[in-house]
Every structure is written in structure tokens, then in C-alpha cells.
């Protein structure tokens, strides 16, 4: 039992990424019938806004420091961030350790930036391409955005830790009255799960309870239709891109602790994140999300002991495994809409 | 000649002139000379020209064709490559078999993955092949590193049985052969300073090269190939007319999965180690880079992507800071620093980013490719002599 929800727990926050990314995914696709290679590379630009983020709070300037001396002798040389100078160090301070999650009101308008560019500035001509050429140049894109990133931060893992409030991990065990350290699991991937559950409902109340998400829909339903009635459908649209970018962008700043960020981990993701997208269903948001979370939980089920004891390297295929399987008995995926990529 | 059109029989002949004068063409600089660093005419490089050209050929039969994007065909190629390894480990380091088996075993994997993979198109049947890929990627990097080598990959061993080798001498190691011919044996011209390279390895790639492109060509001009290209054009008018299409894309594709396990076979004859890596999907991505930039679809196009990739890496990345600054000394000092500065990211280990901003050009101005833009070049000086309105003889098949 101990066992089982902890397999559930670690499942989450894997599972967690895969839905915040195929949600972004499946927007771009229903939205502007666009199969966004380029998608992993929001998430690790996301990511990388975190760490930018970090290094901005932490610019800092010399000052001369009469109390201590350095090895020769001479009055020692200390790095003081401009934040201290601003705000006081015990403010600085905090605002360090809490680099992260601030992070995010600093990647939300890059993010949307980002978005808007890639949308007007690329994208757009791709709508009446075949899907293969939309493929084609995002993937290209993705190779050309890693890269950029490769040049400016390095090939290697940029650490950037959680605020030390949640450097500790959470007692499940205990409070579920079963012995202590049962279950523990790390305050910061519980942070992360409700983090994308948050995200994940704030997207589909502006689809389902606004007018602007009510005019999406109806555009996501029949594009034509609505262009007719006189709405600039495609402005729309664009910022429905501005957003799965943002949402995309902010899965992998909060990733950031989880695993340090590096110009790889934006493919990485982007492979798995297709097959969510898939097993989802194409087009289908709630599909998306649940797919997400179910092939996460698969993923780490996978990886128990006993089940690697009966089918050695089961963890590492099995995403792989359960899209093939999906495709080929419901091949529009679990709540896939008819009418949808099928040719 | 050979069945072919007098224009196919002249392409077939220029590829062959490039293949056999490869190691004078790719060395123009002398030896010595300071640009003698960019010199492209040695084995390693030559071979892997060629191979690759095998890989994309192979992969264009499928894209090029039937309009099937595969982004897991190095998949075939590693597994083409782990079955000619063990060829050379189990029975004779002589490559005819390895390679014979090496394609063999990945047509018959190819057979598995397309069946499965077929029975849906567009972006479904791209994310088959891709989740194929990974998970023989993943395997053969985990569960299966009793038959792969796991991360160490695979090499022959002094202690490997080799029923038909017999025992090997004493202090020396296992060297890939065809019938006693050392794959690595070279001789060396010197003309004036400048040093030529004749490699038996790459002389046999070559060959096989040839063959594949003849192979291809045939198919191309096959009724086949008219099948297959009416497959890319319109399915669903396929299916009405009553046709099954399924049976010419599987052949398509296992065609195609038999080239990447050959190439991959090629790669273990000159250079004998595998490497899970080989089968990463961003191998597969570079095929595909291979393919859409030289021109899919068109004969000698992916033949002239893989060598311009392949060759453009060994040169990009061999540029570094002080090279660059020899080049811009003519500018004045701040000038030079500038220009250093704005080209540096994309040169040396930067060449990435010039191959993924490259492709995407491609793709988004020249969707034929390097093909299409040489044949744009050439209308501009053929339009004044000809009325472009006059028919050219070639019927433009209707959409």
C-alpha cells in the first residue's frame, strides 16, 4: 500500500511536466492546426529564465569591507548584489533564496514575447504548408534555440536550488497514520503538482468561462464560421500561442529545482510530450492533461523493483510501449475528437 | 546503358566521377599550407561522405517518395550496425557477411516497425517511428547491454570466437578485411606538396554507394516508384480506385530501413565499434536534415545533402577564434574584433546552430532544396535563350 502511493507521488511531478507541456501542445494544435516541434525548447527557455533570473538578482558590485582583511593584509573586497543596496540585505536575501518562484513573473512576459515572435514571425506562413514542412522548420528551430542557449550558458546543468523553505521533504506516512518515513516525498515536487494543477485550471477557466475563451473554442471548432462573422480569428489565435508558450515556459522554470536546467532537456521532454499528446488524443484538452498525468504515474509504476525484476527495462520503454498500443487500438487517442488529424 | 535514360546514365556517371576523384577534389590545398587544416581528403572523412550518402538515399526512397516522414531511421542503422559486429565477433572479420546480415536484420526490423507503423499517416505515423526508435534506443542502452555493450558499445575482441578466422596471430588485433584486403590500407601520391589519399575502405563504400544509387534510380523510374509517388500525391484517390497502397509503402519502407542497415553495416566495416548513440533520434534528425536540404525526393539530392553536412562539419567545426582573425586582419582593429565576434557563435563548435538555421531556411524558402536552388540558378541564364511558356517535354502530373 506504502509502496503504491509512493509510486503515485513520484509519478506526479513527471507527470506534472508531460501535461503542462502537451496541454501548451494541443493548444497550438487545436488552435492554429500548427504540430509545434519547437514546444521542448519554450519549456528549457523557460527553465533558463529562472536561472537568467537568478543571475540578475545576484549582480552584484565591490565594496570595501574595514572590518576584515584578506590574506595580505588589506582591507578585504566583498560582493554585494544591487538588491541589498535597494532593498536592505534582509529583503535581498529573501528575494534570493526565492529567486524561483519569482522567476515567474519574470518569464511569464518574456514567454509571451517569445510567443507573439515565433508566431508572427514564423509560424504564420506555415498554416497552408503540409504538416511535415510545420515539422520540419519548428524542428529546425528547436535545433537553432537550444544552440543559442548552448552558446550563452554552457552545455552543463546550471543548479538553481528551491527557496530553503522547501528544501526539506514532506512526511506523507505520518499523517496518513502509517509509520514515519513511509512515505516522504520533497516539498518542492508537491509544490510543482499543485503548481501545474493551478495552471492547468486557470487555463481551461479563461477557455470555458470567458468571452475571449468562448470565441477560442468556437474558433477551434470552426475556424471559417467565426472568420465569417466578422472576428479577427487569427489575432486570437496568436495569443492563445502567446500563452501555451507562457504555460510551456512556466512548466520549466518551476522545473528548474527539479532537475538543472540544460540546453537538452527541452528535446527530451518534447519526445515524451508528443506521445502524451497522442495517447491524449490530438486536439483534446483534458485528454492531454490526463494522458499526462496517467503515462507520468506508468512511467514510475514501471520502475518498481519487483515489476523491473519480471521485465528488466520496462521503466524505459514503457511510454513508448503504451503509445503504440493506444495508437493501434483507439487510434484517436484516449478523448480524442473525431474529425481531427485523421487522413 | 545499364536500362537507364541517357540522363539518368549521365547522373549515375557524375556520381561516379565525384566518387573516384573524391580524394583529389577534397584535398585542394597543399600540404603544409595553412589552409591545409581544411583538407577533406582523408579516409575517415571520405567514408563517412559516402555512407551517409547510402543513409540518405535510403531515407528519401520513403520521405521523397511516398511523403512518410520517418523520424526513427537510425534506428535501422544501429541495428544494422549491432548485426555486423557480431558477424565480426562470432564468424570472420571479412565484411561481406556482416554486411549481408546487416541488412538483412534490419529489413527484418524494418518489416516489424513499418507493419505496425503504417497503418496510420502524417504526424501519427512520424511519432510511431520516433517512439520505435527511442525505445530500441532505450534498450539497447539498459536491458539488452549483453547483446549491445550497453554504453561501452561493442568491439571486436582478440578472444571473440571467429569460427572462420581460425585463431589469430599473436599480438595482433582483429582488422576488418575483404577476402585479405585490409579495409584500412592506403597509399599515399605526392603530387608537387600536394599529398593524396587512396583508401581501400572508401573505395569500397564507394562502390556500394554506386550501387545503391543505381538501385535507387531504377526504383524511381520504376512503375514502383510511380506507385509511390502516387501514394505522396493523393491516398484517399488511391483507396477509391480500389488499390490496397499499404503492401508499396511497406515495401517502400523496408526498402528504405535495408539502405540504413547497410550504411550502418559500411560504418562497422570501416570503423569497427557500435555505439548505442548511433541510434539516438537526433540521428535520426540529421538524416532527415540530410535528406530536405540537398532536395527530397529528387535523385542525386540527398547524395549531395549528406555530403554537404558532413563535409561543411568537418570544416565549420575546425574554424576557431584565431583562424577567424587571420581572416579579418585586413579590416581595421575594431573592425576585425566585430566581425570575430558576430561570426564566432556559428563557427567551431557552434556549427549547430549554422546547420539548424540553415535548415530552416531551407525549408521555408527552398522547400526542394539545394537541387531547386541549382535549378533556379540555371533558369535564370536559360531564360533568356528559351520561351520559358514553351513545353519542356515533362508532363506535370494533376493534382
Redesign the interface.
Known sequence: MDAFLLQILNGLDKGSAYALIALGLTLIFGTLGV?NFAHGALFMIGAFCAVTFTKLLTLSHKVVDESRKDFLGNPMQVDVPYIYDWFGQETGDAMIDWAVPLSILFAIPVMIAIGFIMERG?IK?FYKRP???Q???T??????LA??IK?YYGANPIPTPAPSAFAGSFDFGAMLGMDANTIIYPYWRLIYFGFAALIIGVVFAFLQFTTFGMVVRAGMADRETVGLLGIDIDKRFTIMFGIAAAVAGLAGVMYAPINSPNYNMG?DFL?LS??VV?VGG?GSLPGAVLAGFLLGILESFASMAFVLDAI??LN??II??V??II??TR?RGLMGRKGV?E? | MLGLKKRDAGLLAIVACLCLFAPFLLNPFPEGSAMAQFNAGYPDLMQRLVIFGIFAIGFNILFGLT?Y?SFGHAAFLGVGSYAAIWMMKLLTMNIVPAIIVSVLVAGLFSLVVGW?SL??????F???T???A??SY??A????TPITGGETGLQPKYTDPRILDGAPLPGQTPRANLFGLDMKASTQLNIGDWVFTFNAGYYIAAAVMLIAFYLSIRIFRSPFGMMLRAVKSN??RMNYTGLNSKPYTLAAFVISGMYAGLAGGLLVAMDTQVGAERMF??AS?EV?LMA?LGGAGTLIGPVLGAGFIKYMENIVSKINESILEQWFAFLPDSLTDLMVTLVY?FVGK?W??T???L??LV??FL?GGLVEGGQRIGNLFRRKKTDPKSPDGKTTPAE
Open positions: 504540430v514564423l506562413h504538416h511535415a514542412d515539422i520540419l522548420v524542428f529546425g528551430l528547436a535545433i537553432v544552440e543559442i552558446y528535446m519526445v508528443f506521445v497522442v490530438m528488466p527495462g524505459q520503454i513508448y510501449l503509445a503504440i495508437l493501434l487510434p488529424m487522413d | 511523403g516522414l505496425i497503418r496510420r499517416s502524417g504526424i501519427y512520424s511519432i510511431l520516433l517512439a520505435f527511442q525505445m532505450a534498450l542502452y539498459s536491458v539488452l491516398q484517399h533520434w537526433t534528425g532527415v530536405i557563435p557552434g549547430h546552430l546547420l539548424g538555421l535548415f530552416m525549408v521555408i522547400p
